[in-house]
Each structure stands twice: as C-alpha cells, then as structure tokens.
C-alpha cells in the first residue's frame, strides 16, 4: 500500500460550519504534511508533524487546527473559514529519515475547499 | 523564495524526448534536487530526485551537472499523459529542508 488517502475529495461549507478533512496512510510514515494550493498556485507548507508530534506551524490561522492522534492519521479541523480559504488541501506522508533532505513525500489527492 | 528558476512553459511532442531544465545555483554540497509532477486536479506526484549523480528511474532520467547549480529532467518518450505542471524543488537546508514548491513548469506535450 502506497497510497496516501484523504477524505472528503470535496467540500462545501458555510463560513459558521465547523467540518474536519481526513488523511490517512498505512505506509509507516512517521512524518505528516498538511499543503493548501489556490488554484493556478503552487502547494504551500501549512503544517508538519513528526512523530505525532507538531514540529512546524507555517504561522497559518487558528480557524486551522491540525490534529495527529496516531501515526497513521492525520486530521485538519475547521471553524470559521473565509471565502479566501476556498482551496486545494493536500496531505503528505514521508519515511521520517535522520537526514530529511533525502526522504520523498507522497503526497493524497487532495480534498477540493470551497467556503461560502 | 523557492531560489530554482524554471521556464515558464514548454511544449514537446508526443514521442520525442521532454527535457526539462532548472537553475539551483545556491545549492550546497548536501541539498538534493527532486522534481514532483502535477496532473491537473491531483496531488503532486513524486518523480526522481539526486544529490550529485545521474538518476534513473522507471519514469525519467535526472542529469546534474558537475557544479549542480543546474538540472534537467529528462522524459525520453513523451506521452499525452505527461501534460502537467513539473516542479524542481530543491530541499534548501536554510528552510528546514522542507519541500517548498516554486511555480514550475507547464509541460503540453502535443501530438
């Protein structure tokens, strides 16, 4: 299995909704990787956790809230998004090497935002 | 901030080989270069990456050069199905060694 899933493939929400987006991987990854990519953009770093641990908050809002409650899964919890936050919300997985700069990201395919 | 410059666009034909080429010229000794893929509507997809020496793999060939400050992908047999977005990354160790996309490539291959 090399597949890294994320549940829902879309999302419609109101901007008072509370909703959740789920990833999961089955890979022994211990590292896990939450991108937001707006359309016709490149992927950006929102969060990485490390050993179910957060270990990077690219100073994204708290209306994000990352949650990691095994090493297999991995959850963005929502509350009070904008319209702008409408987006494209990938997760990742990698191996977790002692040197980071050699280890590849399998990335999900994503779960489709859009915030009314 | 991603520091690779890629062209903007590229168009190649089907059958022929795709080479696509990326400046990294601060990259240091221990900074690998990867390139990813991204079909429209779908998650990056993991192509090749390397450190000093040619790479490859079941889908592309990666040639540094000897200084690496540059790269080139290579497709040697272009399909439709390669039309996507092609970035090279480099894993910067002064940003963590994160995975920082810059804008890419839009390879159309036509046929």
């Known amino acids: 299995d090399t597949e890294v899933t994320q549940t829902p493939k879309h999302l419609v929400m109101g901007m008072t909704n509370k909703k959740s987006l789920k990833c999961e991987q089955h890979m022994g990854h211990r590292a896990m990787y939450w991108y937001k990519q707006k359309a016709k953009k490149p992927p950006e770093l929102m969060f990485v956790y490390s050993y179910e641990k957060l270990s990077i908050n690219e100073s994204v809002p708290s209306r994000f809230s990352p949650e990691c409650p095994n090493s297999s899964l991995l959850n963005l919890h929502l509350h009070a998004l904008q319209p702008e936050d409408s987006a494209l919300y990938l997760c990742a997985s990698s191996l977790k090497r002692i040197f980071p700069g050699n280890e590849k990201l399998f990335f999900g395919s994503g779960t489709q935002l859009s915030v009314l | 901030d991603a520091k690779t410059t890629q062209p903007t666009s590229m168009d190649c034909a089907e059958g022929r080989a795709a080479n696509l080429p990326c400046n990294h010229s601060t990259i240091s000794g221990n900074e690998y270069v990867y390139w990813y893929r991204q079909i429209h509507s779908q998650g990056p997809q993991y192509i090749i990456h390397?450190?000093?020496n040619n790479e490859t793999n079941e889908m592309a060939s990666l040639i540094i050069t000897e200084d690496r400050k540059s790269s080139t992908l290579i497709l040697p047999h272009a399909t439709l199905r390669d039309t996507a977005v092609y970035y090279c990354i480099v894993r910067f160790i002064e940003y963590g060694n994160k995975l920082v996309f810059g804008a890419g490539t839009i390879l159309r291959v036509k046929s």
């Open positions: 390397g450190l000093k």
